[in-house]
């Protein structure tokens, strides 16, 4: 946690007019920030290099306003014309550049009405998204109030547990969560949210409105409903609320979960829920589909937990970066109550990050068929940064390597089965798996794919091409391929030597129904 002054002077705009201008909060915030991108970045650079491409992004906000290096001089302009100047100082002097940063974006101010006008979230914003923007697509600047919403996704926040949406001017519950203070209290899809605290609520905007919903863990609220015709009132104490990323079902022997995410409760939640299947179906529990379509990713420990659920030893993935504490290597350990189990994941062109690290890692070890379209491609890791204004800075800081060695970066993860491009009436698994010249063509373009270095633009793009990213998220005849899969042995036998690792032949590939089954629970 980073304090804040408590007394920083607020310098205001011209004439009284604009958004006060904390130049305290606003060095310290720079200044940390500087620090942050150049300690962890995966390119080596200097603080001068960053400070001025940051303010060279003044001009987002106002393109009248320019700032050019000459002879050891920072000259701002308006118009075409110099109004100052500056000496820079020492290319590696970060404190400096940051209180260069503060006093060149105030004068500017002194000459602009669009950055009089914009509040200091729209000056840092101006300023790191300029140098983000040109380090790699992934690091980005979220401001303080989108900082905030991200940390109650990843880490949860004090709440009630229900989701809603405005319609003609009412506020009806979508989602009532499980075991949540609303769910015990008996709220239920289709309510008309009328009061929070005795205050109408009528005409708040989505924002607006979940202010008034969240607040501290165990403190009261009360909630006015209407149902039909009826109006109730109900007292509830707020609970810690995490997003859920797990939706789990069961049929035909069959466990088939959704994950959406990876937020802290989503391996605990895997675990939890594939151990009650288990217990309640016993032998009748064949094996599972891991559906990730639409995937973003999240937590790269979350992923690492998920995997090692399926893997009893072996790789499941390592960090690369510039940084000493980016480069980290993560392995199973056996004991997990899922490493007897076939499984089956299904990836589309949405599916990235920490999903690409499940996949891979069940792929390479030989523990799952990948059924689908190519991932996403985005393997790397983001360090989040909390800044002293409280918005933060996701910053680049390894790559993703595979179990077999391949930069998911750019790449992703090649299907053992490719859907793209495919419809229901053409597409036969059985066809797709069992004939030869289709099986050795997805085990040799899995063999280009594990060996294809990060700079190989060409190829990497061509190995793409042959299973080309696609958003199936809605689509049923993924899913029916998964499950076809896992209720026919032979034909999942087949489909798991297609992507056999490096080095281990089809025929020593032990399908998971064939394990040994774990003999306990680890983490229950």
Same mark, same amino acid.
């Given at each position: ?77 308006? %118009? ?24 060149? =974006? ?128 109900? %007292? ?123 996949? %891979? ?40 390597? =595979? ?67 696609? =958003? ?53």
């Amino acid at each position: 946690m980073l304090l804040m002054g408590a007394s920083a002077p607020v310098i205001p705009g011209i004439g009284g007019m604009g958004a006060p201008y904390d130049t305290v909060e606003a060095e310290r915030t720079f200044d940390f920030g500087y620090r942050a991108i150049l300690d962890r970045t995966l390119e080596n650079t200097l603080a001068g290099t960053l400070a001025l491409e940051g303010l060279r992004g003044l001009s987002s906000i106002d393109p009248n306003i320019a700032l050019t290096s000459l002879d050891g001089k920072l000259l701002l302009s308006s %118009a075409r014309n110099v109004v100052a100047e500056y000496p820079l100082p020492d290319a590696t002097d970060v404190r400096g550049w940051s209180r260069l940063t503060v006093t060149v =974006a105030l004068d500017a101010r002194g000459l602009s009405e669009s950055l009089r006008d914009a509040d200091p979230e729209r000056i840092y914003e101006a300023v790191f998204d300029a140098i983000l923007s040109r380090l790699d697509v992934y690091s980005r600047y979220s401001g303080a109030r989108e900082a905030r919403e991200l940390r109650a996704n990843r880490n949860g926040f004090g709440g009630i547990g229900i989701r809603f949406e405005l319609v003609d001017g009412d506020i009806r519950i979508t989602e009532v969560m499980a075991d949540s203070p609303a769910g015990k209290a008996g709220l239920l899809v289709g309510d008309l949210l009328t009061h929070v605290d005795g205050q109408p609520v009528s005409g708040l905007s989505r924002d607006e409105l979940s202010k008034r919903l969240r607040g501290p863990v165990d403190s009261r609220i009360n909630v006015g409903i209407r149902r039909g015709y009826k109006p109730m009132d109900l %007292a509830l104490r707020r609970d810690l609320i995490v997003p859920e990323t797990v939706h789990t079902g069961f049929a035909d022997g069959i466990g088939v979960f959704r994950l959406t995410g990876f937020n802290k409760s989503t391996a605990d939640t895997l675990r939890r829920d594939l151990l009650t299947l288990r217990q309640t179906h016993g032998d009748a529990l064949t094996g599972v589909v891991i559906d990730m379509r639409g995937n973003p990713g999240g937590f790269l420990d979350q992923a690492v937990e998920v995997a090692d659920l399926f893997i009893g030893d072996g790789p499941i993935i390592s960090t690369r970066g510039r940084h000493p504490l980016s480069n980290q290597s993560y392995d199973a350990r056996s004991g997990d109550i899922g490493e007897d189990l076939p499984v089956a994941v299904i990836m589309d062109g949405k599916a990235a990050s920490a999903a690409e690290i499940v996949a %891979a890692a069940l792929q390479d070890s030989g523990h799952g068929v990948v059924v689908g379209t190519s991932s996403y491609g985005k393997g790397t890791v983001q360090s989040l940064i909390e800044l002293p204004n409280q918005g933060e800075l996701h910053l680049t800081w390894s790559r993703f390597h =595979a179990p077999s060695g391949y930069a998911l970066h750019g790449l992703g993860v090649r299907p053992n089965i490719c859907t793209s491009g495919q419809d229901s009436g053409s597409f036969s698994l059985s066809q797709s798996v069992n004939n030869p010249g289709n099986a050795n063509a997805v085990g040799a373009q899995l063999a280009q794919w594990r060996q294809s270095g990060i700079d190989d633009h060409a190829l990497r793009a061509t190995l793409r091409d042959r299973c080309p990213a696609q =958003a199936h998220v809605d689509g049923e005849r993924d899913l029916a391929i998964a499950r076809q899969l896992i209720a026919d042995p032979v034909l999942y036998g087949s489909a798991l030597a297609m992507s056999a690792p490096t080095g281990l032949s089809a025929a020593q590939i032990i399908p998971p129904g064939d394990r040994p089954a774990a003999t306990g629970a680890r983490g229950n």
